[in-house]
């Protein structure tokens, strides 16, 4: 109980192709999470910035940005970079200013305007960087890697293009009612048969595209929430960023090769499920606690592969689930309500802040038309590039 | 700019990719580690470069279907003819090293656990100098 923050607000700018700055998104976010939360920007004790490297000097210093954009008001101020872990690393920050008293309230922002097509490393000749090496020398775009693992889940578990379809159907039937996402149109097993293959065997209607985007989420500590009138707040009750175990067995983002086992045995357990037991730990639940979860699904197969890793079925198991319905709304286990990045594209700083956005609305029986019954308990997952782990546990 | 990943010079048959290894807890990496060992029980020996082997078998692979983006090197006003991504499994080293499928060498040609080899390719042509890299080829397939 000690070990809990509250979650007052949440708030999202409509993610899309919208041609404007990431500081407009992340200020409407922040001001839509402000007002849900009740709280006056000035009450704002600390803000986390989650940082949009790609969009200059004042994306690497996104927690000022927003300060600046929404009004100087001296709050204490953190910027925090970690690829698709920013979210999850600004939600940690701000957990942690609460937790050791150093702020009561916390605004946690993360936005992005992101190009159209494969994201690319930064510019320059840098052969001391493996993610511009592994662009100039094999051309290895990110669904180049999700292509692997699908092709891999194939050999191993007779996964099948259809298997991944289903994922999409499903995410985006859930999107549809989500009036945040960009793509709001139902999506059928033959559309996405139909569609072009990027990295065999998966299509582009496997492959999540790019948005822009923004979420942002007001955290305090359980005493103010009391004295603010929220007795039954949502509340944070687990965040992991552990990093992997050496030796990393599984070819992962940037890297051009494993680590190599020759030397120390990997541990049974996959760094990404490493990811979501540290947070089950930390929260004292597991996986039969879960009301739904929402997971990073860069591409549709790799959706099947954290159903695993967040331990909703063994090892190969992913599929059945989907076949089965269980991870649809109306499902045992529903994954991805919120639509998921089928629905909304990637915003690569925002996309796990959003993940507790959708959370906090499950929880608090505001989801709607895709709300899960009586949702009580929640887990996010997602990671970022270099090793950041990234789940949090929500419950009410 | 990839300096002493692979042999040069040699012919074919001798092509290896070149990585380290520490000579306190027999770590190996690729692409190479000449700094520090990375195996975090390790106290730390020296880095001794060595051949990693020839041959492995299909961990997964897949294709680029699209133009990459820069700074992978192509001429733009070239058609885009898709290559192979082939992720290998070598077991001496108990790594899987991902690189490009000789050309020609399409996902229809390939299956997980396949046995390829490591030979040299072409990474691109710049005015005078030929840029040369690691391709890998199903066993039994001439380049
Ligand atoms: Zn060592």
Known sequence: ?396 | MVAGWFTQDSGEEDFRLLGTRCTACSAVFFPREDSFCRNPACTGGELAEVPLSKRGRVWSYTDGRYRPPAPYVCDPDAQWEPYTLVAVELEAERMVVLGQGVPGVRVSDLAVGMEVEVVPGVLNEDGDTVWTTWHWRPLGVAS
Not at chain 1, 24 to 46: N, P
């Open chain 1, 1 to 396: 109980m000690t070990g809990e923050v509250a979650v007052l607000g949440a708030g999202m700018h409509p993610w899309g192709k919208w041609g404007r700055s990431f500081v407009e998104y992340g200020t409407a976010a922040a001001r839509a999470a402000l007002t849900d939360a009740g709280i006056d920007w000035q009450q704002v004790r600390s803000v986390v910035g989650a940082d949009t490297m790609r969009c200059g000097y004042p994306g690497y210093v996104a927690g000022a940005t927003f300060a600046q954009a929404l009004g100087w008001q001296g709050a204490r101020v953190t910027s925090v970079y970690a690829a698709c872990a920013s979210g999850a690393q600004a939600i940690n920050t701000a957990r942690s200013q609460i937790l050791a008293g150093m702020a009561d309230v916390v605004l946690v922002v993360g936005a992005d305007a992101a190009p159209k097509g494969f994201f690319a490393p930064a510019g320059g000749e840098r052969p001391d960087d493996p993610d511009w090496l592994r662009f100039r020398v094999l051309g290895a775009t990110n669904p180049a890697y999700f292509g692997l693992y699908a092709r891999r889940r194939m050999a191993l578990y007779g996964d099948t293009p259809e298997d991944f379809a289903l994922v999409k159907v499903k995410n985006a039937a859930a999107g549809a009612l989500n009036p945040n996402a960009r793509y709001r149109k139902a999506v059928s097993a033959e559309d996405v048969a139909a569609s072009a293959v990027v990295a065999d065997p998966l299509r582009l209607l496997d492959i999540c595209a790019t948005s822009d985007g923004a979420a942002a989420l007001v955290l305090t500590s359980m005493d103010f929430a009391r004295r603010h009138g929220a007795g039954d707040p949502v509340r944070i009750r687990a965040v992991s960023t552990v990093t992997p175990t050496y030796p990393k067995a599984v070819l992962d983002l940037p890297d051009i090769a494993t680590d190599s086992a020759a030397a120390v045995d990997p541990l049974p357990r996959p760094f990404r499920a490493s990811i979501a037991l540290a947070a089950y730990e930390e929260a004292g639940i597991g996986p039969e606690d879960l009301s739904l979860a929402e997971v990073y699904d860069l591409s549709t197969a790799l959706e099947l592969e954290w159903y695993e890793d967040i331990g909703l079925c063994g090892a190969g198991e992913g599929a059945k689930l989907v076949r089965e319905g269980a991870t649809a709304l109306g499902g045992r286990i529903p994954v991805n309500v919120s639509g998921g990045l089928a629905s909304f594209g990637e915003a690569v700083p925002a996309q796990a802040i959003a993940q507790v956005c959708e959370l906090t609305w499950q929880l608090r029986g505001t989801a709607g038309r895709r709300q899960v019954p009586g949702a009580r308990t929640g887990i996010t997952a997602n990671q970022g590039l270099f090793g950041h782990g990234s789940a949090v546990v929500a419950v009410r």
